[in-house]
């Protein structure tokens, strides 16, 4: 499965049942993964959680907070087995159309310094860094890393 112009990546929302099986694909996909009852926290807050799909395969997840006119991504995450293939490109560019819909003009992420995949996600799809706020993230133990603010104009 590979992303291209052709390809139509949907985004549904996440309803309950899905939690547990997210969690457990996430905790395979990243190093630092969301705990079962943070998403829950999420879907209780009304926090846009939405699965991304591409035909009839759930390939990640992401979890959006509305801030009124800015979408903030909370968490993002393309399963272990469907990385390195564009879905988090296309990913990314369908939250993007998704929040400008809702409104937003602008949209923030904070992502962990050392995560270098990440950053070059964003930056190719265009987000500036911002702010750094250093010993933001626990690393285990008494370490900590900086978290590096990073936003993208996406409105008119
Ligand atoms: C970060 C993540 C979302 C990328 O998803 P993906 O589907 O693998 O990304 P893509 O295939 O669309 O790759 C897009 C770009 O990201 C960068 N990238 C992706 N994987 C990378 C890696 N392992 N190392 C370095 N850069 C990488 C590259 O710049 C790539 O562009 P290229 O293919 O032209 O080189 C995925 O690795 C992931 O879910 N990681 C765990 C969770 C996480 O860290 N989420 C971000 C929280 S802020």
Redesign the pocket.
């Known amino acids: 499965m590979q992303a291209n112009a052709n390809n139509n990546v949907q985004l549904t929302p996440v309803v309950e049942d899905q939690v547990s099986r997210i969690i457990a694909k996430e905790a395979a996909?990243?190093s630092w993964p969301w705990r079962s009852d943070q998403l829950l926290k999420s879907l209780e807050q009304g926090h846009h959680c939405l699965v991304c799909s591409l035909g009839n395969k759930v390939f990640g997840y992401c979890v959006l907070l509305d801030a009124v006119a800015a979408m903030e991504i909370l968490n993002?995450?393309?399963f272990k087995e469907?990385?390195?293939?564009?879905?988090?490109?296309e990913m990314l560019r369908q939250i993007i159309k998704f929040s400008v819909k809702q409104g937003a003009e602008e949209m923030w992420?904070e992502?962990r310094e050392s995560?270098?995949?990440?950053i070059?996600?964003y930056t190719?799809a265009g987000f500036q860094p911002g702010e750094v706020r250093e010993k933001y993230y626990p690393l285990g133990g008494s370490q900590r890393e900086a978290a590096i603010q990073m936003q993208r104009r996406i409105g008119a």
Do not use: E
């Not at 469907?82 to 490109?89: K, M, P, V, W």
């Not at 995560?115 to 990440?118: P, S």
């Open positions: 996909a990243s993002f995450v393309v469907f990385q390195g293939r564009g879905l988090g490109t992420l992502v995560n270098h995949a990440a070059a996600l190719a």
